[in-house]
């Protein structure tokens, strides 16, 4: 009997699990092509976000933390969400970058984003995730 009751009470658990689960965050996002080549071993850090006109900016900097050097040109790309939830993408956009970075080596990254289909000077709390280095193909 107490392994039937250990089984029902598991089902409720697992299933909201399964039903809250983000599939989303299990490959990261893209902004552009599914086909881009996606730079392994990048770690970013966001170092500020502001509205200017009716644009929303990112700014930050990207790590080559892996064994290769990146060549240029390569890009950043980000998705802009209204909130720290992520629950609402207003969408993404990318950027060109033209220094080459060696193992190790860092650099800065600048992010606009704006839309006509919202006013996003409504939403001065966004956030940005799914940062990903790419080349384009």
């Known amino acids: 009997m107490k392994r039937i009751l250990f089984r029902l009470w598991l089902l409720p658990l697992a ?55 990146v060549t240029p040109p390569w890009y950043v790309e980000a998705q802009f969400y209204t909130d720290a939830t992520y629950t609402t993408k207003l969408g993404g956009n990318s950027t060109s970058i033209s220094v080459p970075l060696s193992p190790g080596q860092a650099t800065f990254w600048s992010i606009s984003f704006s839309t006509s289909n919202v006013d996003v000077r409504k939403y001065p709390g966004f956030t940005v995730r799914d940062l990903r280095a790419i080349y384009k193909n």
Do not use: H, W
């Open 15 to 69: 299933l909201s699990f399964f039903l809250s689960y983000d599939c989303e965050s299990v490959g990261g996002s893209t902004v552009g092509s599914p086909s881009d080549t996606e730079i392994s071993r990048m770690a970013f850090f966001v170092d500020t976000t502001y509205i200017s006109g009716s644009s929303l900016y990112a700014k930050g900097r990207v790590q080559n933390t892996g064994s290769n050097t």
